[in-house]
């Protein structure tokens, strides 16, 4: 339980007065895990998150089995949603074939998922940087006639594990190419956590410089050297409104071995909170939400924010 008054509200100039965060630990996180968390209790992580506050709380990804067995009870587990505005559920297509699944259960939030870097692409999707956005262009495209919004992913965006520092002008390419393609948002992942404030803030000037607006840029942090929340900040800075986030710290990325856990939503919440700026999130449901998941895993989370709040219990 949040002890009362805590955290202190000390607001910091120029910084946005509420922020969207986009819950990505039923997909990204679960999809990262071992064991198959059954349908049933997958739906119900999804509605405590939801009923926590989170406006948008990725469900699921619409990809082969094969690839992500984890997450091959798509078509089972979005119709158990069916009390939850389709608008607050995005999910991963990967293909026409992952949108043509999307589309025929009523998704109305699509991501594909790019990479910034040739070898991460080849790893992940079996092709090209340019390739993938061929592949990507038709599933764009018919989201949009469609009226879905369409999220971009683009992993590798700071630091590749085989080719090590990424140049910013190779991944504003990519973004750019993505919003050429129709997507309405960007999501720039530090998929192996090796970015810091400084990367950050420059990447996002570039992004502007190539005209690319703040306002559709979002930002998903993991945080393998403790960096999560200093770039967090340093994108707040900058103007970014929307942050990615795991609840308790769930997942990592299975094609980069470096990749450890994203931001945990807890500890975001927590700096946010504590900054004055809004985010509809109840922090005393997030964490329970949280424990329970982390019960059901058998493990403990790496949330430092949850393991404080478990202490004064």
Not at 86 to 100: A, F, I, K
Not at 163 to 184: F, K
Request: glycine share 10%; proline share 6%; net charge negative.
């Amino acid at each position: 339980m949040t002890a009362a008054g805590l955290p202190m509200e000390v607001t910091a100039e120029g910084l946005p007065t509420r922020v969207r965060i986009h819950e990505v630990g039923a997909r990204d996180g679960l999809q990262n895990e071992q064991t198959v968390v059954p349908t049933e209790i997958k739906a119900e992580f999804i509605r405590r998150l939801a009923d926590a506050g989170l406006s948008t709380v990725e469900a699921t990804s619409f990809v082969h089995p094969k690839w992500v067995p984890q997450l091959a009870d798509a078509e089972q587990l979005f119709p158990q949603l069916d009390g939850i505005d389709p608008h607050r559920l995005p999910v991963l297509v990967p293909n026409e074939r992952g949108l043509d699944r999307a589309l025929a259960l009523g998704a109305r939030r699509v991501a594909v998922f790019g990479s910034a870097t040739e070898s991460f692409a080849k790893a992940n999707l079996n092709r090209t940087v340019d390739e993938a956005l061929a592949m990507f262009a038709p599933v764009v495209a018919r989201a949009k006639d469609a009226g879905v919004q369409v999220r971009g992913y683009l992993s590798m965006c700071f630091g590749d594990p085989w080719e090590g520092p990424v140049p910013v002008a190779q991944t504003v390419r990519v973004c750019r190419a993505l919003l050429d393609l129709g997507c309405d948002e960007l999501s720039l992942g530090d998929t192996i956590g090796v970015a810091t404030p400084g990367h950050v803030q420059t990447l996002l000037a570039s992004l502007n410089e190539a005209g690319i607006p703040t306002s559709r840029i979002g930002v998903h942090f993991h945080d393998t050297y403790g960096q999560a929340l200093a770039n967090t900040f340093a994108a707040l800075q900058h103007g970014v409104t929307t942050i990615d986030a795991s609840a308790g710290g769930l997942g990592g990325c299975p094609y980069a071995k470096s990749a450890t856990g994203n931001l945990a939503t807890e500890d975001l919440v927590w700096m946010l909170h504590g900054l004055g700026i809004e985010t509809g999130v109840d922090l005393d449901r997030l964490a329970a939400t949280s424990v329970w998941m982390a019960e059901v895993l058998g493990r403990p989370s790496p949330s430092r924010t949850l393991r404080a709040l478990s202490h004064q219990e």
